[in-house]
């Protein structure tokens, strides 16, 4: 049985933390125009996670130019 729990965000909203996931593989043509439009968004999301089932060097520039520029990132 599956519970599901639903509770109110009236008075909360200020507190909501949002992230983003990005399933990747080997395809740094994608995530580029993915980042690129999340950017542009006028509520970032306080998390990007970039998850690539590989090993690209395109990858890795990507993500290092996208690092570069998004605020707080680490």
Same mark, same amino acid.
């Given at each position: 049985?599956?519970?599901? +729990?639903?509770? =109110?965000? $009236?008075? %909360?909203?200020? $507190? ?10 080997? %395809?740094? !043509? ?12 006028? =509520?970032?999301? !306080?998390? *990007?996670?970039? =998850?690539? !089932?590989? !090993? ?5 520039? *990507?993500? +290092?130019? #996208? %690092?570069?520029? #998004?605020?707080?990132?680490?």
């Amino acid at each position: 049985s599956t519970n599901i +729990r639903f509770c =109110s965000l $009236h008075g %909360r909203l200020s $507190h909501v933390k949002t992230g983003l996931i990005v399933s990747v593989y080997n %395809r740094a !043509d994608f995530l580029n125009p993915v980042l690129s439009s999340v950017a542009r968004q006028s =509520s970032l999301p !306080d998390e *990007v996670i970039v =998850s690539e !089932d590989g !090993d690209s060097p395109a990858m890795a520039e *990507v993500v +290092r130019f #996208w %690092r570069a520029r #998004w605020p707080n990132s680490s």
